[in-house]
C-alpha cells in the first residue's frame, strides 16, 4: 500500500493545481518504464482511481495499454459517444458538436485509431486550421471531449497530454446606445417589441424570453420569475441552473401588459401571429430587418442582453447585484460590464490627472 500511494501527486502550473499519475513499472523484457499523464478526471479520487487502474495493469501485463485495440475516432463517435455521452448536454450543444464533427474533425481524425490520437496529430490540426484562418479552440475542445469519453468508458486506456490552445481575448460587451434601444421599441411591432423589452430590461436570455409564460410574470408583485428557457426548442433549465427573479421594471411592465391579457396563465408571452413561439433564426432575422429599416448598426440578440447589464453597473448597482439579475454562474462574467460602463476606469484616470 505505502508503494501504491506515491502513484498519484499534485502539480501546481501557472497558478493552477494538476493531478498527475506517476510511476515507474517493469515491461514485457524487464525494463524499467515510466507512465506519467494528467489524470483524465482532475479530482483526487478521479486520479487515484486511475492510477490504481493502470498500475495493476501495468504490473500483470507489463503495459499501461488497453489489452483491446482502441476503436477508430468515427467508430466511437458514431457509436459510444452518440448513445451515451451526447444526451447528456443541452441540445443547442448537441448542435454545435454535430456541425464541428461535419466541418473536418471526421474528416481528419475519422479513420486514426483513439490511441493513435497525441500531441504531434493535434497540433498538426491546429496548424491547419489557423492557415485556413479557422479558430481551433473549439474544435480541438471538441477532440479533448470525445478523448475523454472514450477513457471514462474503457474505450481508451489513458488520456493523451494534448496542446493547450490559447483562449481568443476577451471582447467588451457590445451594447447599444439608449437612442439606439428607444428607436428599436418605438419601430418594433409585436411580439418582437414584448422580446426587445425583455432582454434589454430584464436581462432575460433569448433562450428565457421565448419560453417565458404569462404566469411566470407578476405585474401585481412586480417581478417576472425566469425559471426555463428553450434550447434548440427544447424545454431546459435556465443555463446557469437555477430559476432566478427579476424585479419588473416600469418601462417593461408597459410594453408587456398587451401581451399577457386574455391568455392562459400557461401560454407563452411572446407568439408570433400564428400562435406559435418564434423560432431563434426569427428572432434574429426579425431583429436585424428592424435595424437596417432604421438604419442602426447591427448588432446580436444577446448584445440587449448587454445593455441591461451595461446600464445597471452604469448607475450604480453593485457587481453582485448584477450577478443575480443576470443569472451569471461567476463574478467574473460580471466583471466586464464595469470595464464596458468604464466607471472604474475613468476615476483611476481622474486620480492619475489629479482631478
Partial sequence: MSVRSGLVR???????????????????DGREQRYRRDATLQTSAGAHAEAERLYMRAMETGTVAAPELAPTFQTFVEGTFTRLYMPRYRPST????TALLGQGI??????????AIAAPQVRAYVAELQERRVQ????????RTVLRAAVDSGALATMPMLPRVARQGRKLPDAPSDAELSAMLASARGWLRAAIALA???????GEVRALEVRDVDLAGGRILVRRALSEDEVMPPKSGHERVVPLAPELAEVLGPFLRDKLPTARVVLNAHGGTPGRTH???????????????????HALRHYFCSTLVRRGASLE????????????TTQRYVHAAGG???AAIAKFSGN
Fill in 10 to 28: 499534485k502539480e501546481v502550473r501557472a497558478g493552477k493545481p494538476h493531478w498527475v499519475i506517476d510511476f515507474r513499472f517493469r515491461d514485457r
Fill in 94 to 97: 448537441r448542435v454545435r458538436y
Fill in 106 to 115: 471526421l474528416a481528419r481524425f475519422g479513420k486514426m485509431r483513439l490511441d
Fill in 136 to 143: 481551433p479552440r473549439g474544435p480541438v475542445n471538441f477532440v
Fill in 200 to 206: 434589454a430590461f430584464a436581462g432575460l436570455r433569448m
Fill in 283 to 301: 428572432v434574429l432575422e426579425a431583429l436585424k430587418a428592424l435595424q437596417r429599416r432604421e438604419k442602426l448598426l447591427e448588432r446580436s440578440f
Fill in 321 to 332: 447585484a448584477v450577478r443575480l439579475l443576470a443569472g451569471h454562474s461567476n463574478l467574473h
Fill in 344 to 346: 472604474e476606469l475613468k
